[in-house]
Antibody, heavy 119, light 107 residues
Framework: EVQLVESGGGLVKPGGSLRVSCAASGFTFSTYSLNWVRQAPGKGLEWVSSITRSNFIFYADSVKGRFTISRDNAKNSLYLQMNRLRADDTAVYYC?????????????WGQGTLVTVSS | SYELTQPPSVSVSPGQTANITCSGDKLGDKYACWYQQKPGQSPILVIYQDTKRPSGIPERFSGSNSGNTATLTITGTQAMDEADYYCQAWDSRASYVFGSGTKVTVL
């Protein structure tokens, strides 16, 4: 059974930093593209970042230069380092897997972890 | 940037057909997929590559994509289908793009 479990969310002040993680199991992690998608309270889904199986990295313009995605295939884990956080970064952050980057859907999603940016 | 537009809401009676549209420039030239999200839950994939259903998704869910519009159709809608539905496509410049979401209400 495929499982994606996010952790590391919490309350952080504007300008602060936070790292969220995603632990994966039930599939060959190293062969998949991994993604972060966020959802602000009461709002829709917003793609944040992707890292391919070859470690090519892509970011949404809204987080470029502030967020860093990484993966550790030995630990079957995905990470998102978030710096210079702003109030509009407040959201549930989901990790999602895809067979490849590009015209491939996000076939499995985690349960999400809530990040709240507030003073 | 690339944008996908969905109607905010669709209402359907039980047993009837719901059509949820997703519009974008030359969307028919891309693959569209659809996610269902129920309150407090994570999204799940219900249609990919325009028309394909993942394992475990009921046959009443179907999709099409042509011109500037992709459509998710729920035939014989059930109360359990009440949820938010999001379309998604990949654009070579904008990367992954989600639609604004459509709330389906089964009256």
């Amino acid at each position: 059974e495929v499982q994606l479990v996010e952790s590391g969310g919490g309350l952080v002040k504007p300008g602060g930093s936070l790292r969220v993680s995603c632990a994966a199991s039930g599939f060959t992690f190293s062969t998949y593209s991994l993604n972060w998608v966020r959802q602000a309270p009461g709002k829709g889904l917003e793609w944040v970042s992707s890292i391919t199986r070859s470690n090519f990295i892509f970011y949404a313009d809204s987080v470029k230069g502030r967020f860093t995605i990484s993966r550790d295939n030995a630990k079957n884990s995905l990470y998102l380092q978030m710096n210079r956080l702003r109030a509009d970064d407040t959201a549930v952050y989901y990790c999602a897997s895809a067979p490849n980057y590009g015209d491939h859907p996000f076939d499995y999603w985690g349960q999400g972890t809530l990040v709240t940016v507030s003073s | 940037s690339y944008e996908l537009t969905q109607p905010p809401s669709v209402s359907v009676s039980p047993g009837q057909t719901a059509n949820i549209t997703c519009s974008g420039d030359k969307l028919g030239d891309k693959y569209a997929c659809w996610y269902q999200q129920k309150p407090g839950q994570s999204p799940i994939l219900v249609i990919y590559q325009d028309t394909k259903r993942p394992s475990g998704i009921p046959e009443r869910f179907s999709g099409s994509n042509s011109g500037n519009t992709a459509t998710l159709t729920i035939t014989g809608t059930q109360a359990m289908d009440e949820a938010d539905y999001y379309c998604q496509a990949w654009d070579s410049r904008a990367s992954y793009v989600f639609g604004s979401g459509t709330k389906v209400t089964v009256l």
